[in-house]
């Protein structure tokens, strides 16, 4: 057995070993609920269930970590190197190694947050590093799958296009929080498409097993799902947003219909405007 056939066994048998955890714990206790979910919102591939779930799974490597005295930027930094290093295992061909080692650093996004809100110490310079890090490692995951399929000119298309509805649905996320608007849910957020390029890389060992002709199924259907639902979902929020920053600009040249004039205020306003 090779190393990417064994890790994505690791992979399954970790996500087995989780839900029958989780299981337990439902029947025992009820199911788990964490603010970071509900903040998430819904989301058309990953049912709230799921992310309930790995938000508790994570949570004793958390508290861990706490009384360890690990800092939740060392966590973010090692989510980094170990990004990095999928994506250029992905850009090799490893795709069952590359797999695994993103799901690692898909835990670690989520423990750095989940850590520095335990200890205390959360903050906008962290929420900032944490952001450019999911950036790094979102083009580490989809430019290694690029230049793997370098030689192959319609899957390089698809996952260029990937890369770049990554980056749209990104920014529009950012550029409604800078405008200070609510942008609607869309689909293929980040954690949508890490688990989409991270599954299709820990099948694709399977895939490879079956012949040749399927070896490259389970990432070229990763690759179109995000190629197009993101960049639709990017299209949407934008055009949303445009709408709203309209009907803002409208608004505030609407002269005031309520209340008394003010012909001594007018007139102030009027000959400072004059000035």
Same mark, same amino acid.
């Given at each position: 057995?090779?190393?990417d056939?064994?890790?994505?066994? #690791?992979i399954?048998g970790l996500?087995?070993?989780i839900?029958?955890?989780y299981v337990?714990?439902?029947?025992r206790?009820?199911?788990a609920?964490h603010?970071?979910? +509900?903040?998430?919102g819904? &989301?058309?591939?990953?049912?709230k269930?799921?992310?309930?779930?790995?938000? *508790?799974?994570v949570?004793?490597v958390?508290?861990a970590?706490?009384?360890?005295? =690990?800092?939740?930027d060392?966590v973010?930094?090692?989510?980094l190197a170990?990004g990095v290093?999928?994506?250029c295992?992905l850009?090799?061909?490893h795709?069952g190694?590359g797999? !695994?080692?993103?799901? =690692?650093a898909?835990?670690g /996004?989520? =423990? /750095?947050? !989940?850590?520095?809100?335990?200890?205390g110490?959360?903050s906008?310079?962290?929420?900032l590093l /944490?952001a450019?890090?999911?950036?790094y490692?979102?083009?580490? !995951?989809l430019?290694?799958?690029?230049? @793997? @399929?370098r030689?192959?000119e319609p899957r390089?298309?698809?996952?260029l296009? #990937?890369?770049?509805a &990554?980056?749209?649905v990104? @920014?529009?996320?950012?550029k409604a929080?800078?405008?200070r608007?609510?942008?609607?849910?869309? &689909?293929m957020r980040?954690?949508?498409?890490?688990?989409?390029?991270?599954?299709?890389?820990? !099948?694709?060992?399977?895939?490879?097993?079956?012949?040749?002709? *399927?070896a490259d199924?389970p990432m070229?259907?990763?690759l179109?799902?995000?190629? =197009?639902?993101?960049n639709?979902?990017?299209?949407?929020r934008?055009?949303s947003?445009?709408?709203?920053?309209r009907?803002?600009?409208?608004? #505030?040249?609407m002269? +005031?219909s309520?209340g008394p004039?003010?012909?001594?205020?007018?007139?102030?306003a009027?000959?400072?405007?004059?000035?």
């Amino acid at each position: 057995m090779d190393a990417d056939t064994s890790c994505s066994i #690791a992979i399954v048998g970790l996500l087995g070993a989780i839900s029958v955890a989780y299981v337990v714990r439902v029947v025992r206790s009820g199911p788990a609920h964490h603010p970071r979910v +509900e903040a998430e919102g819904r &989301s058309a591939l990953l049912a709230k269930d799921v992310m309930e779930m790995m938000c *508790w799974a994570v949570q004793p490597v958390v508290n861990a970590c706490a009384r360890l005295r =690990i800092t939740p930027d060392a966590v973010t930094f090692s989510s980094l190197a170990l990004g990095v290093a999928s994506g250029c295992a992905l850009g090799m061909g490893h795709f069952g190694v590359g797999a !695994l080692l993103a799901t =690692i650093a898909a835990g670690g /996004d989520a =423990i /750095d947050g !989940l850590l520095a809100r335990k200890l205390g110490v959360d903050s906008k310079a962290g929420e900032l590093l /944490d952001a450019v890090v999911d950036r790094y490692v979102d083009f580490a !995951l989809l430019g290694g799958v690029a230049f @793997y @399929y370098r030689a192959d000119e319609p899957r390089l298309v698809l996952a260029l296009l #990937a890369l770049l509805a &990554s980056y749209m649905v990104s @920014y529009s996320t950012s550029k409604a929080d800078a405008l200070r608007i609510a942008p609607p849910r869309g &689909s293929m957020r980040r954690v949508e498409r890490s688990v989409l390029v991270v599954g299709a890389a820990a !099948l694709t060992p399977a895939a490879a097993a079956l012949g040749a002709l *399927w070896a490259d199924v389970p990432m070229t259907f990763a690759l179109g799902m995000i190629a =197009i639902v993101g960049n639709l979902s990017a299209a949407r929020r934008l055009a949303s947003m445009r709408a709203s920053l309209r009907t803002r600009a409208r608004e #505030a040249r609407m002269p +005031e219909s309520h209340g008394p004039r003010d012909p001594d205020g007018e007139l102030v306003a009027a000959l400072r405007a004059a000035e």
